[in-house]
């Protein structure tokens, strides 16, 4: 077969966003399966069961639901596989974040059933991808698992995402942020992208388009959120977060900043934190690696300190003075075939290992100087 090199756009099949979103779930997933199987937690089936329930029976679709534990591992993707098969379902739901969204759908692609995307929490991108990140047992990056197709359906209901914890929102930030800088840098250097082709300035322009939004809206909608209040900045800002941000990742790129992250999951310090959490260390780090003018990287430590997200190693749990850690993560963060080397040139591990060790002193004193609060510790509870 000839590799012509091809420019390339993938995304849900549908995506559906409104406060009350839940009650008109049935309608959504009719067409996809007469035998739906939801997958949820469950502290999130407590609050989702009655409005589930609710839309399926006016759907005229049964309701089957499976517990889902822990992290999305290649154990648990199996075990959501076998569930899958013995019950028949031909279409799956993960309902809730990132970690049961990614193992439903791998589940669904490993059981060759439709699968369909329902986070209730506005805190990654993951819901619209066509891909899953699998971890170990012990909360490590193990790797990406790519799919031949992204979700049949994406919905989320904006008052779920209000009435859940505000960080979650704010890992969201975190995690969207990194998508136009990670997106310029591949477009730079003509990389390809998780889609598997060129970037095309559709692509690119989502992902400017969601950190255009998340300047904006990230500070009103966090203040909204605070007390569950929806708001058109908080309908916004999840918009930035799930659909623009998840489309310009994977139709844009990734670079160092994901890959950072990934090492960051070496480092057993960082266990608990979000996923945005660290993906906004990784985004700083970048920055560094990239030779960002100083005005772009006082921009975005003030931004994300008043957001609420870490941009300090010692914010996750790290010190400069923790170098066997920092070592194993910037090893981590360069192995071969991580998105880091969608930079516009070479990245080392020693190049990570510095990068990420200057952010301390060098957000310290943006911080000091904008007077905003020093950074606090962070002590993983085990």
Known sequence: MTAVPIRTVISPGRYVQARGAMARLGEFI???????????????????????????????????????????TAAEVDRLVEVIRATGADVVLGVGGGNTIDAVKAAGHLAGVRWASVPTVASTDAPTSALSVIYTEDGEFEEYRFFPHNPDLVLL????????????????????LATWLEARATERAHATTMAGGLPTATGT????????????????AIEAVKDHLVTPAVERLVEAN???????????GLAA??????????????????????VNIGSVTQLVLEGAPLAEIEAFVVFTTRVGLPNTLTEVGLKVTDVDDLRRVAQAATVEGETIHNMPFPVTADDVFDALRSIEGLSRRIRAEAGLPAPELYVAEH
Request: charged share 15%; aromatic share 8%.
């Open 30 to 72: 009719a067409p996809l399966g007469a035998s739906p199987l939801v997958v949820a937690d469950d502290t999130v089936w407590g609050f989702v069961q009655e409005s589930v329930t609710a839309s399926f029976a006016e759907a005229g679709l049964p309701v089957r639901r499976e517990g889902f534990v822990g992290l999305a």
């Open 157 to 176: 209901d904006t008052q779920l995402v209000a009435n859940a914890p505000v960080k979650f929102l704010v890992a969201g930030v975190g995690d969207a």
């Open 205 to 220: 322009a989502l992902a400017r388009l969601s950190w255009d939004l998340i300047w904006e809206n990230a500070i009103p």
């Open 242 to 252: 799930t659909l623009l941000s998840g489309l310009g990742f994977e139709s844009g």
């Open 257 to 278: 900043a994901h890959a950072i992250h990934n090492g960051l999951t070496a480092a057993p310090q960082t266990h608990g934190l979000t996923h945005g959490q660290k």
